[in-house]
């Protein structure tokens, strides 16, 4: 069965960095994109960032771009999100998605349980 | 890129229905038929519930049906049931810089 497991979480101050990481199992991991989506507390689900099945090709929410950097090892079938010069409004739960559509992106079939990043001094 | 917006809200007794409305702009839920929907409850991780507008993952209760009409769409629960109090998202791609968004949210309940 599919299982997406985030670790990396933490509490860290401002302007620090953080890596996450999501280990993927139960599908060829190599022909799916692979996203990450947030929800700050008690708040709505946010999209961050998106990698395409082979990594050639990412994108970015306008909240992250140039501080966050999405990355993927095929061979280790673990995703990855470097988050730099993190603010109290990256505080959240990240959570790994899977793209439903291989070889493309669509939308989000499964989830991770989330892994929480506080930003506090 | 605002988030797509949605009541903040329905409700609705045991067998009725209720539909949840998603509306964004012709960049996004107008202009294609990348829209999906997902069912969260508290403390849990979002679920897969309507894809490609209409069409449902297998598994998923065909009382959950989707569409859309303009830059407008929907979520209806048809013969709502306890279990069916969460919140409810919708998400479309969108051809702005941010590849995704989701809406606002709404809160389902069963009265």
């Known amino acids: 069965q599919v299982q997406l497991v985030e670790s990396g979480g933490g509490v860290v101050q401002p302007g620090g960095s953080l890596r996450l990481s999501c280990a993927a199992s139960?599908?060829?991991?190599?022909?799916?994109?692979i996203h990450w989506v947030r929800q700050a507390p008690g708040k709505g689900l946010e999209w961050v960032a998106l990698?395409?099945?082979?990594?050639?090709?990412?994108y970015y929410a306008e909240s992250v771009k140039g501080r966050f950097t999405i990355s993927r090892d095929n061979s280790k079938n673990t995703l990855y999100l470097q988050m730099n010069s993190l603010s109290a409004d990256d505080t959240a739960l990240y959570y790994c998605?899977?793209?439903?559509?291989?070889?493309?992106?669509?939308?989000?079939?499964?989830w991770g349980q989330g892994t929480l990043v506080t930003v506090s001094s | 890129q605002s988030a797509l917006t949605q009541p903040a809200s329905v409700s609705g007794s045991p067998g009725q229905s209720t539909t949840i409305s998603c509306t964004g702009t012709?960049?996004?839920?107008?202009?294609?038929?990348?829209v999906s929907w997902y069912q969260q409850h508290p403390g849990k991780a979002p679920k897969l519930m309507i894809y490609?507008?209409?069409n449902r993952p297998s598994g998923v209760s065909n009382r959950f049906s989707g569409s859309k009409s303009g830059n407008t769409a929907s979520l209806t629960i048809s013969g709502l049931q306890a279990e069916d109090e969460a919140d409810y998202y919708c998400?479309?791609?969108?051809?702005?810089?941010?590849?995704?968004?989701f809406g606002t949210g709404t809160k389902v309940t069963v009265l």
């Open positions: 998605a899977r793209d439903g559509y291989t070889y493309g992106d669509d939308y989000f079939d499964y």
């Open positions: 139960g599908f060829t991991f190599s022909t799916y994109g």
């Open positions: 990698i395409r099945y082979d990594g050639n090709n990412k």
């Open positions: 012709s960049s996004d839920v107008g202009g294609y038929n990348y």
């Open positions: 490609d507008v209409s």
């Open positions: 998400s479309s791609y969108t051809s702005s810089s941010t590849r995704y968004v």
